[in-house]
């Protein structure tokens, strides 16, 4: 059977984050021009809607006063999934670290440059639905991606592909 260099996974995984990031981005930057200081705007009537707010802790606005935190550790997690991604030899693993990894990035950029300070910043938040915390697209990445990867480990499947690991120097002797 043929295998797939890592490179290909790693691309993916990449790629997956870049569009994650940008997708944030541009829909955090329409949000602060049209939204900001504005009454809300009914996309489908009490069931979804866009409004805004800059939120300076986590979910539920928890921890509000250790931002300096959640950038921690939104570093280590980047920096882990990284780490992690030279490994990975198989797709939807890829796509999932991907998104977790693009969701991650998209609101340490908020915490590190938005105001009131850097590396203190308020993530924007404008996506609203009954009964849930507002967020944006990096926290729906996040959370998808989570759901992916416990799927993902329930169904048995693993973030290496058996047949794609690189063999060892000694199989050939056999």
């Known amino acids: 059977m043929k295998t797939v260099p890592n490179v290909v996974y790693r691309r993916q995984l990449l790629i ?3 569009i994650v990031i940008l997708f944030d981005l541009a829909t955090k930057a329409w ?3 049209r939204l900001e200081n504005q009454s809300e705007i009914k996309v489908i009537g009490e069931l979804l809607k866009f ?3 800059r939120n300076p802790g986590a979910a539920f606005s928890f921890g509000t006063n250790f931002t300096w ?3 921690l550790i939104a ?5 882990a999934i990284l780490y992690v991604s030279k490994s990975v030899t198989n797709k939807p693993w890829a796509i999932a670290l991907g998104g977790l990894l693009g969701g991650a990035v998209g609101n340490l ?4 440059f938005r105001s009131p300070e850097m590396f203190h910043g308020h993530v924007v938040d404008f996506i609203s639905v009954p009964n849930y915390p507002m967020f944006n697209i990096s926290d729906s990445a996040v959370v998808l991606s ?3 990867m416990v799927i993902l480990s329930l169904r048995g ?3 290496q592909t058996p047949n794609a690991l690189p063999e060892s120097p000694d199989s050939d002797q056999k």
């Open 75 to 79: 570093i280590a997690v980047s920096i």
């Open 109 to 112: 950029i908020d915490r590190i």
């Open 146 to 148: 989570a759901i992916a």
């Open 157 to 159: 499947v693993d973030y």
């Open 31 to 33: 949000a602060v021009a």
């Open 69 to 71: 935190v959640f950038t």
């Open 16 to 18: 997956t984050a870049l």
């Open 51 to 53: 409004s805004f707010v």
